[in-house]
């Protein structure tokens, strides 16, 4: 691949200096002597026809003997006269030229030297010394790939000082040598966040290399070969190249109970959206996992649907009862209806158009405000009572890809980035979730981006295995406790889908008790699962999720089961558990049938981002205040 940079164009300029001024020595030689010999021949004619001159002093021209002959002889010692001098003249100056460039290029081009590329060995192109500037593709050790701008040597790698943009935002500025990062800082946004030397991160902040490799620019552009591509995506900033909408939420515990105990949580994260006009509120759940926002509706009267804030169309000036396809129905017209499948539940409903607003927004008389969207939508006619009735949300936002929506005047993620792009934003198919610890608030969904705050690491981008599907889907390339495989991903085909409305880690049957066996254990000394125990870890395309027993065990109790009156009695004691909480769910084909679902123990631990537009989910260490376990409430359960 030819780059062709700024010391590259300069050097050809240059190689063409000594021909281009030996050309135009020869073009003024010619005319001067053209100058001479018409001057003689004027002379000649004039003495000839004035007969004031001596004619013993002329020399009489002889007669042609053809045509080409009529001219003086003097012509062939005019012509050869001219070759040796201009020949002489063109080497003298292709003799003199590089002297007189290499000084020029050292007193009037010292931005082109640095004394930090000369150090670290570059090895320039041939020519006047000129280190060759360009912006290559490039990946660090593990994997992270960006743009790099700066020197590179004749093998076109990183060699000498210049800047890593990572895809994922992170910026890094400092030494390259061959191709690897040597010494520098990693910036997030504005701010230094690693230092590095001699290729190995240090563990504390060297205030002197951030000095010495300050970040100069948060939207500098690099220098681009003719045959690159560069996206959009890969050149925007980390959180957001316009303004974000985030959105509280609250997170919700239903208690599950079996004879009299406590077996296991579900939970569920809200937040507020507004539809209709005038805006009414209504809470929803935030789900990766379908593709429709669905209200009940006062055409519901059941009595899941009346626990809830029913949407009522008849309020609504800005309402539209139309199909599935968005053609109007006229009342009293037949209509479309739709049953939409969750994991424990079902709604039934119909379509209908209207304003949602987000961020609190409203409308402004008759036009859209920011944050205010016309979308299609389902309002409930039946809501089965699990898992709907238990919970305190009203209803479900889907934040599927088109595939899982009746179409993109349904989908949200469509519909919300044609209204964030009108306000400048390129990433308005970008979406944050961070999910804090049990117990702390914080939790939100970040529209438009995502928040860097809640990262403690950078992101690792992961493709949407069939995306047409509508899922959040990543391929599981492996799958092992403490280094020990687990057989059922062996042969290939497992995948994962991430899930905001999922309580637990979802596995299939046939790999539950495997993972239960390998996952179960005893409790560290201290009582609760926050210690030492196995690890699970999933190895995708660019990133491994590693769980602890503090992400998906609960501590669970043993107490002493009672003892029939006639049988000898267990003096035994129980012993108390870290118990896996798995749930099991097989789906067909397509998704199916080695397909896990990464729900709230992989939100929590991880920052997730959902890219619909690259078609691509980032993860990304969350930044917690603290660490807990799953739950700090301890399970009984009888031996």
Not at 277 to 285: E, F, G, I, R, S
Request: net charge negative; charged share 20%; hydrophobic share 35%.
């Amino acid at each position: 691949m030819r780059v062709l940079t700024n010391s590259t164009m300069l050097q050809i300029q240059l190689d063409f200096v000594p021909l281009a001024l030996g050309v135009a020595a020869f073009l003024l030689w010619t005319l001067i002597t053209r100058v001479i010999r018409e001057s003689v021949d004027t002379k000649t004619k004039t003495c000839a026809e004035g007969g004031k001159c001596c004619e013993a002093n002329l020399v009489p021209e002889p007669e042609p003997e053809f045509e080409e002959h009529s001219r003086p002889q003097t012509h062939g010692v005019w012509k050869l006269f001219k070759i040796v001098v201009s020949v002489g003249v063109l080497g003298l100056l292709c003799l003199a030229m590089p002297f007189t460039l290499n000084e020029m290029t050292e007193n009037q081009l010292p931005s082109l030297h640095t004394n930090e590329s000369q150090d670290q060995g570059d090895v320039n192109p041939p020519g006047f010394g000129l280190p060759q500037v360009a912006t290559v593709r490039m990946a660090d050790l593990d994997g992270d790939e960006g743009w790099y701008t700066g020197p590179v040597d004749e093998e076109n790698r990183p060699h000498g000082k210049g800047e890593l943009k990572y895809d994922e935002g992170t910026f890094f500025a400092g030494d390259f040598l061959e191709g690897l990062m040597r010494r520098g800082v990693a910036y997030t946004r504005s701010n230094p966040q690693f230092t590095m030397e001699e290729g190995i991160w240090t563990e504390e902040l060297h205030m002197d290399l951030v000095a010495e490799f300050p970040r100069e620019s948060d939207t500098k552009l690099p220098l681009v070969s003719f045959d690159q591509e560069i996206s959009v995506d890969s050149l925007s900033p980390a959180v957001s190249d316009g303004e974000t909408m985030t959105i509280p939420l609250t997170r919700q515990r239903v208690p599950i109970t079996q004879d009299g105990s406590t077996i296991h949580y579900k939970s569920a994260y809200y937040g507020t959206v507004s539809a209709g006009t005038p805006a009414v509120p209504y809470k929803v759940v935030f789900d990766t996992g379908s593709g429709h926002l669905i209200l009940p509706s006062t055409y519901c009267s059941s009595e899941t649907c009346r626990a809830h804030r029913r949407y009522r169309r008849s309020q609504s000036s800005s309402a539209r009862d139309i199909d599935h396809d968005g053609t109007t129905v006229q009342s009293g017209e037949p209509r479309d209806q739709i049953t939409v499948s969750f994991g424990t539940g079902e709604v039934t409903g119909v379509f209908v158009e209207d304003v949602v607003c987000i961020d609190g927004a409203e409308m402004e008389g008759e036009n859209l405000s920011p944050g205010c969207m016309k979308m299609a939508m389902i309002v409930a006619t039946d809501m089965s009572a699990e898992p709907f009735k238990a919970f305190e949300f009203d209803g479900v936002l889907g934040l599927g890809l088109q595939g899982l929506s009746q179409g993109p005047a349904f989908n949200f993620i469509d519909v919300m980035a044609d209204a964030i792009q009108q306000r400048g934003n390129l990433m308005a198919h970008t979406f944050g979730v961070f999910l804090a610890e049990d117990g702390q608030p914080g939790s939100e969904i970040t529209l438009g981006g995502w928040s860097q705050e809640r990262l403690d690491e950078g992101l690792r981008w992961n493709p949407v295995l069939d995306p047409e599907l509508g899922h959040w889907t990543v391929e599981i390339k492996h799958m092992h406790v403490d280094g020990e495989p687990v057989s059922f991903c062996l042969g290939g085909g497992c995948k994962a889908v991430v899930d905001t409305g999922t309580s637990l880690l979802a596995v299939p049957t046939n790999a539950f008790a495997e993972l239960y066996e390998l996952l179960r254990h005893t409790p560290p000394p201290g009582g609760l699962c926050r210690g030492e125990g196995p690890q699970l870890h999933m190895v995708l395309d660019s990133f491994t999720v590693s769980l602890g027993p503090e992400d998906y065990s609960r501590f669970e109790e043993a107490v002493q089961k009672p003892q029939p009156l006639f049988n000898p009695v267990d003096t035994s004691k129980p012993v108390n558990r870290c118990r896996p909480m798995l749930m099991t769910m097989d789906l067909p084909e397509p998704l199916g049938p080695k397909l896990f679902i990464l729900g709230e123990p992989v939100l929590r631990k991880y920052y997730t981002v959902y890219d619909g537009k690259s078609k691509r989910v980032g993860f990304g260490r969350a930044k917690h205040s603290s660490r807990g376990n799953a739950s700090e409430v301890p399970l009984m359960a009888y031996e």
